[in-house]
């Protein structure tokens, strides 16, 4: 019998799953690079990872919590529930800025995690009052939007947005090292480990004696603070917080990661997916507006297409490799 | 193991786990009521009775999955309350729990060692340690799978014998295997018993459940029965027949299971003269080479062969749910379309699969929507169900297989794994099939009911229903088959009929089956 040849076209099948959004990106780049001078500069591809950054930090946190089987609705609200937060705060130095906005986002994260882990609420259901609660919080605080909170002018905080090392924006290197540092957490640890086992099966992994609840909490209290970092960053760069932003942000983050390769059932996963799912995101977006002439929304239209694509090969892959 | 110094030795050896008084309740089901459980080091301890005596749920209790209602729990000695799962695991009482408790996305490696992975520098798994320890650890218990497959990829046998793996190397005092043997092959259980004789030696204490009568027998030193959740009997094993140990478990009198023997088959069935369904040249690349077949109205056939041979998938094949590339399948002389579930269904094909747990259980309905699910179209008018004739059908399996509910509106999920299995079997049952394919139908079924199904097995073909068999018990095979075909490495090698239908019979043409080839 040639087992052999079935694990080989099952190997396949997962290489293809696991890494589908990077090839394709591989591929629009050159098709873009080709196609359009302005697209494979420094200039262009620094602004748009810059851009992408944001929406990154959050969809790492959301990579750990799909993984464990979950979903976090509130990342877009959180997001700009510390943006807000961090530009207040920014009044008492830089070192305010970062942690207050972070402290909140945390505690948000621990609550929710702790509705979801110990008293087995639906993941969906606490993450959604999480969405409503930080916007209301939001607009409670700016009183419906009307107030407007600046950084001020001379303030280190604003680096962690604008600044650049290199000529690499600081938003960038901190993808870069949080993906790297996230990349180990899921991969190499303990914890990443549980993820998967829960994602995997929460009553085994239940049984097998792992802290199912511990785990859960903490998955949570770390997407959020992932969603309070983004927040913080992109406060920084905007040099104000923004009450409008972040509305529908979760959708976007779950769809780079599910176009990552992740699958939204939980139980397998990857980070560095997830980050050639952000960018996958963000450079469609970019060709189309290269492109020009183009509705805004026809932006929509295509990354809504790319993500059934993908959805509908996943299946297809993981119903070939069994 | 109960040579004469063991029986000497047992009563004086240390009990380390001890249960008093035990009772649990669910909603008003008393599943315990009032249990005492005394184990020593050292033995391995038979946990036996009917599907839903209780018996899953006092392991439950034991290992902190349930908080006991009432009654009390000693551990080497000391009064415990295990408060989760971890906190039993770390006293060192580990378990294989009855569902497969492992984790199917993940690696076989990941899953022996989930929890305790080995780590180098940083706190960082060390994988290609847990591989190396992993392999050490299969070979030396003799279990052949290689530690980088996904779990979900390897048959349930496999699969029940990583997660013995996972127990028997956590180092414990005491471990619970809560039927591990339900989906293992002979030759597993072999794997399995040299285990636990070196679990044995090492005075480690074994609690082991089984419906497979003469397993207890070979393995174990001591033995307690329940019956709807109370204790009827503890004791030494060498005190107790097969029998008598039969007849503590229903509650029935001696005299009357000693005149049911061991299977409830009858004869020969008369059969019809032109075949039913007729399978030929059925080839699936690295699955399944060639195989033919074909059943009359009114025969058993039996499936035989060996671990791997394609058995489940031939009949997988048959139903649609395996793809072909190659084959012809006939029903009364018309062809269904290969790979097609719904034209298989249409022509009056049904499996009840081996895996019955994981394909087609739906937990969160009541015993009666599993049961009727699929009989569905045959039950209603214009598409209005008759409830009427619901009812009727429900009420007739769950008498006729015995199935035990609180009533036909209780979730199938708090069932007793047997009786979820009996809730599966009667679903394809109710569908009223002309050709039935059962792949091992009374795995995890207490010997009551494995009776009642194996007679039920028999009316259908009396009825005219064509029937192929799979059972990995081979006394099961044989007397319920009327003819065999015995397959090896996915191919049809023999048929064996009238006297060749015998234990003799399939182990030579295994034996034999392709050396001429
Ligand atoms: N979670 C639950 N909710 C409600 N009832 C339950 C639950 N778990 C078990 N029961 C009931 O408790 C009784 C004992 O079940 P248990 O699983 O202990 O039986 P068992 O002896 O292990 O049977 P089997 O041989 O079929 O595995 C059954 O009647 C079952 O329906
Ligand atoms: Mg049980």
Redesign the interface.
């Known amino acids: 019998m040639s087992t052999s040849q079935q694990t080989r076209s099952g190997a396949l099948a997962g290489l293809v799953q696991r890494h589908g959004a990077l090839g394709v990106l591989v591929l629009l780049l050159v098709v873009g690079g080709l196609a359009f001078d302005t697209f494979l500069t420094a200039y262009n591809l620094g602004n748009l990872a810059v851009q992408a950054s944001f929406l990154a930090v959050i969809a790492l946190g959301m990579t750990m919590v799909i993984v464990s089987g979950g979903i976090d609705l509130s990342v877009g609200s959180v997001y700009a529930l510390s943006g807000v937060l961090a530009a207040y705060s920014a009044r008492w130095g830089p070192i305010a800025a970062l942690l207050v906005p972070l402290a909140v986002a945390a505690a948000i994260g621990l609550v929710q995690g702790l509705l979801v882990g110990r008293a087995k609420l639906a993941p969906f259901i606490v993450t959604l009052g999480g969405l409503l609660f930080a916007r209301g919080l939001l607009q409670f605080l700016t009183a419906e939007g009307s107030e407007t909170y600046l950084v001020p002018r001379e303030s280190a905080f604003l680096q962690l947005g604008q600044g650049s090392v290199l000529g690499v924006g600081v938003p960038v290197l901190i993808v870069v090292l949080l993906y790297a540092v996230g990349g180990i957490v899921l991969q190499r640890t303990r914890f990443g480990m549980r993820l998967f086992a829960i994602g995997g099966g929460e009553d085994a992994a239940n049984l097998m004696g792992l802290p199912v609840t511990s785990t859960k909490v903490g998955v949570y209290v770390l997407s959020a603070t992932l969603a309070g970092l983004a927040g913080t960053m992109n406060a920084a760069q905007l040099g104000s917080g923004v009450t409008v932003i972040g509305v529908g942000l979760e959708l976007n983050a779950i769809a780079a990661v599910v176009i990552g390769g992740t699958l939204l059932a939980g139980g397998m996963g990857s980070v560095s997916g997830t980050l050639a799912g952000v960018a996958l995101l963000f450079v469609i977006q970019d060709l189309i507006n290269q492109v020009g002439g183009f509705n805004s929304n026809l932006q929509a239209v295509v990354s809504g297409a790319v993500l059934i694509t993908v959805v509908v090969l996943q299946t297809l892959l993981s119903r070939a490799r069994r | 193991m109960s040579s004469s110094e063991d029986m000497s030795e047992e009563p004086t050896a240390q009990v380390v786990l001890e249960a008093s008084g035990i009772r649990k309740s669910f909603a008003g089901v008393h599943a315990l009521r009032g249990v005492d459980f005394r184990l020593r080091a050292g033995e391995v301890h038979a946990l036996v009775g009917e599907n839903g005596a209780g018996k899953s749920t006092l392991i439950k209790v034991l290992t902190g ?1 349930y908080q006991p209602d009432d009654g009390e729990l000693h551990y080497l000695g000391a009064p415990v309350s295990f408060a ?3 906190a ?3 006293a060192g009482i580990s ?1 294989v ?1 009855q ?1 497969v ?6 690696t076989v490696a ?1 899953n022996l060692y ?2 305790r ?1 080995p ?1 180098s520098g940083f ?3 060390d ?1 290609r340690g847990m591989r190396r320890d992993a392999e050490n650890l299969l070979e030396d218990l003799g279990i052949d799978v290689d530690p980088r497959r996904q779990l979900g ?1 390897l048959g349930l046998g496999v699969q029940q014998m990583v997660a013995v793996a ?1 127990a028997v190397s956590a180092d414990a005092r005491v471990v619970i295997m809560d039927e591990p043997t339900s989906s293992l092959e002979p030759r597993e259980v072999e794997t399995l018993f040299e285990l636990i004789r070196r679990l044995h030696e090492r005075d480690v204490a074994v609690v082991y459940v089984s419906h497979r009568m003469e397993e207890l027998f070979q393995i174990c030193d001591a033995v307690t029965v329940l019956r709807d959740g109370r204790l009827v009997h503890s004791g030494p094993m060498y005190e107790m027949t097969r029998l008598e140990l039969v007849s503590t478990m229903l509650g029935r009198p001696l005299s009357e299971v000693r005149r049911e023997g061991t299977t409830a088959f009858g004869g020969d069935h008369e059969t019809g003269s032109t075949a039913l369904l007729r399978a030929t040249g059925m080839s699936r ?3 399944l080479g060639a195989v033919d077949l074909s059943v009359k109205p009114g025969e058993v056939l039996g499936l035989g062969g060996l671990l791997g041979s394609g058995r489940s998938e031939t009949v997988k094949a048959l139903v649609g749910l395996q793809s072909l590339d190659a084959g012809v399948i006939e029903v009364d002389g018309r062809t269904v379309r290969r790979g097609s579930a719904a034209s298989a269904i249409r022509a009056g094909i049904v499996l009840v699969p081996e895996d019955r747990k994981a394909e087609g259980i739906i937990p969160h309905l009541s015993v009666r929507e599993n049961i009727v699910l699929a009989a569905l179209p045959r039950l209603s008018k214009a598409g209005i169900v008759s409830r009427a004739r619901q009812d009727k059908v429900v009420a007739t399996f769950m008498e006729r297989l015995r199935i035990k509910a609180s009533s036909p509106e209780q979730k199938v999920n708090e069932l007793s794994g047997g009786n979820q299995q009996k809730v599966m079997l009667a679903r394809w049952l109710a569908m009223s099939p002309k050709v039935l394919l059962l792949d091992e139908p009374t795995r995890g079924i207490d010997v009551g009911a494995k009776a009642e199904v194996q007679s039920l097995v028999d009316d259908l073909a009396e009825q005219g229903l064509g029937i192929i068999l799979v059972s990995s018990d081979l006394e099961e095979l044989v007397e319920g088959a009327d003819r065999i075909v015995v397959l090896k ?2 191919s049809s090698v023999a048929v064996l009929t009238d006297s060749e239908v015998s234990v003799d019979g399939v182990m030579s043409a295994i034996a034999e089956g392709g050396a001429d080839e």
């Open positions: 999955v989760r799962p971890a039993a695991q770390e378990t729990y569902e408790n492992l984790v199917p996305s993940m990941h989930l929890g992975e780590r706190g960082l798994v994988f990829s996972r690349r690295g699955v490495d996915g």
